[in-house]
């Protein structure tokens, strides 16, 4: 079955620590996109990326960082910068190159949390 | 820029009734419109999409939506509520060519 794939789906972080969350997809979509989920907030876009080698900042992407070496993994970095990390991270995918009537396909995400 | 606005952070009906989850938008280009559906810890779930032609758009578990360009609405409906569909439900705008403008969600009770 074709889908993405987070882990872990729950992670937790001690001061001053950076972790990596994973994403992995099977669906060929040139496009990935990583959003940070807080209560009542919906969803906040931080990093995205449209083919491999290249990416773009979201709206929240201080404290982040990410890679994009592989068209199927798109893996984040949450930084010892990113003060909150606490939150549900999205990670998603969808077909690229212009087709912009296409739908996000979403993973099942990954719960941070701060010891 | 693009926007969008669900009115209503949270939805109670009684299952067998009429679902209405409120979605407004804002765009300058024709819009390309989403429903999400979001179970507790899991991602979210395409319901339906809007892009072009017909204006009422059915998606999965019985939802339907009707683009109103005149309202800048798109709401989401169910005749029949059934226990199952307690969830969160997101609207979503396509910003650019591949950005998603999402909305802040609608949490649907539904109570026996």
């Known amino acids: 079955d074709g889908g993405i794939t987070q882990s872990p789906k729950y992670l937790f972080r001690k001061e001053g620590q950076n972790v990596t969350l994973s994403c992995e997809q099977n669906l060929n979509h040139d496009a990935m996109y990583w959003y940070r989920q807080d209560p009542g907030q919906g969803l906040r876009l931080i990093y995205y990326s449209q083919i491999v080698n290249d990416f773009q900042k979201g709206d929240i992407a201080e404290g982040y960082s990410v890679s994009r070496e592989k068209k199927e993994s798109f893996p984040l970095t949450v930084t010892s910068a990113q003060k909150n990390p606490t939150a549900f991270y999205l990670c998603a995918s969808s077909v690229s190159q212009g087709k912009s009537n296409q739908p996000q396909h979403f993973g099942d995400g990954t719960r941070l949390s701060i010891l | 820029a693009q926007s969008v606005t669900q009115l209503g952070s949270h939805v109670s009906v009684s299952e067998g009734a009429l679902v209405l989850l409120r979605c407004n938008y804002s765009s300058s280009v024709p819009p390309y419109l989403f429903w999400y559906v979001q179970y507790p810890n899991q991602g979210l779930q395409l319901l339906l999409k809007?892009?072009?032609?017909?204006?009422l758009v059915k998606g999965i578990n019985g939802f339907e939506a009707e683009f109103k360009k005149s309202e800048t609405s798109f709401h989401l409906t169910k005749p029949s509520a059934h226990m199952s569909d307690a969830a969160e439900y997101f609207c979503a705008v396509r910003s650019g060519i591949d950005k998603l403008i999402f909305g802040t969600g609608t949490r649907l009770q539904v109570f026996p």
């Open positions: 809007y892009t072009t032609g017909a204006t």
